[in-house]
């Protein structure tokens, strides 16, 4: 824990968690520990761990007590869980982003204490959500994160064969996601100053592990230019299983958290900015630039 406020990990600890977490499914039943109900609430409530680098609006529900069966169903993907996060916000790129990069950074806190977490953006019942919430008009869960401990018992579809169908394991190589200051040229110097920070990022998670993140690296200008790469727009509405955004958002939002605590690990620090910038987006292919990180 850090020293300047005990509540909360340090980044040097966080740096560890980015490399362990990994999505639960099945949890034990058991209630979450005063302890873990603290540090929810303290983060919920710390200004600085709540803000990103935009300042949007966004809001964060925390649920203990949560009944599954009858407050949020989960289409029998997550077992027995008791507490739950809601990420709810106006459906514009940049506060999905933002809140994803503070919900993320909770996760983070969580995983280092000991519990576990999946983040959900399609398999949970909106209806159910949105009738246990309190949602303006023009907002949306983007996503609910159902927190507790894992189950010693498993199941043989949810805690073996999803991971394995979804690869969750598995991340795309360092030269499929980045690139040098540009889209046609693989970023492939693993003597870049940002290399192992760009490597472990990769760890992040993403809807349906489709690691929806790409940066253009530009070494000579110290910055990482962050874009979406989609590919569930089509899974997006308000159907069953849907998602009630372009999960991808949310996918850089997490990403970003991480990528930023990996370069501080490294020494290096810098700020968030949107730029113009000339860099050519292939035709063929649906990406959106989100930000850029510029080192101080
Ligand atoms: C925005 C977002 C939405 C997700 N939605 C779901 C979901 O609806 N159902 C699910 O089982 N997992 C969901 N996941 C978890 C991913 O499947 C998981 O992160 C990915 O397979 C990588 O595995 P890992 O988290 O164990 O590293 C989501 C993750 C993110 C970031």
């Not at 993907?77 to 950074?105: C, D, Q, R, W």
């Not at 023009?138 to 949810?158: D, T």
């Not at 910038?277 to 292919?285: D, G, M």
Request: aromatic share 12%; glycine share 6%; charged share 25%.
């Amino acid at each position: 824990m850090t020293t300047e406020n005990s509540s909360f990990y340090s980044d040097e600890e966080l740096f560890h968690a980015m490399q362990v977490r990994k999505s639960t499914r099945t949890y034990n039943g058991v209630e979450l520990k005063p302890e873990h109900l603290r540090l929810i609430q303290n983060y919920l409530k710390d200004e600085t761990q709540m803000k990103g680098p935009f300042g949007d609006t966004f809001r964060i529900e925390f649920m203990n007590d949560v009944d599954i069966d009858e407050q949020i169903a989960t289409y029998g993907y997550i077992k027995e869980f008791n507490a739950v996060l809601m990420a709810i916000s106006t459906p514009e790129p940049s506060a999905l982003f933002e809140m994803a990069y503070v919900l993320h950074g909770l996760v983070l806190q969580l995983t280092e204490a000991g519990v576990q977490t999946v983040w959900l953006g399609g398999a949970f019942n909106h209806k159910d959500a949105i009738n246990i919430s309190d949602m303006n008009e023009n907002e949306i869960i983007a996503a609910v994160i159902p927190m507790g401990y894992e189950s010693s018992k498993k199941r043989l579809l949810f805690d073996y064969i999803a991971p394995v169908i979804l690869g969750a394991k598995h991340r795309k190589r360092v030269d499929d996601v980045y690139f040098s200051n540009d889209f046609q040229t693989p970023f492939t110097d693993n003597s870049s100053k940002y290399y192992e920070a760009l490597d472990v990022a990769r760890r992040a998670p993403s809807a349906k592990n489709k690691q929806s993140w790409r940066v253009v690296v530009d070494e000579e200008n110290k910055s990482l230019h962050l874009y979406a790469f989609f590919s569930l727009r089509d899974e997006v509405g308000t159907g069953r299983k849907q998602y009630a955004c372009p999960p991808e958002y949310l996918d850089l939002g997490a990403y970003f958290r991480t990528l930023e605590l990996a370069l501080i690990h490294k020494g290096l620090e810098g700020k968030v900015i949107i730029q113009n910038l000339s860099i050519e987006i292939p035709q063929e292919l649906d990406i959106e630039y989100i930000a850029s990180w510029i080192q101080n």
